[in-house]
């Protein structure tokens, strides 16, 4: 395989140049690689699920407690 290695200022190696060709060869035999080759485009967008854990569920409940409230507030002017 002719492959080109990446080093940084120091030396490290960083990244790894693959020719198409062989990238092309490796693909067809191992199918799930194509997914490295381009993202998705429902990952590009947070799911709320991301954020899970994000605030206290104390914080949460008082949210909610506060959106019930405002709801009822709201339904009874409209009314």
């Not at 060709?21 to 690689?33: R, V």
């Not at 080759?37 to 569920?57: A, N, V």
Request: cysteine-free.
């Amino acid at each position: 395989m002719n492959v080109q290695y990446l080093s940084d200022a120091q030396g490290r190696h960083t990244a790894i140049v693959i020719p198409i060709e062989e990238w092309n060869t490796i693909t067809a035999k191992h199918e799930d690689l194509k997914s490295l080759e381009k993202p998705k485009q429902d990952s590009l967008q947070p799911k709320p699920s991301d954020f899970r854990g994000s605030i206290s569920k104390k914080t949460a409940d008082e949210l909610l407690q506060h959106t019930e409230q405002a709801r009822t507030e709201w339904e009874s002017i409209i009314s």
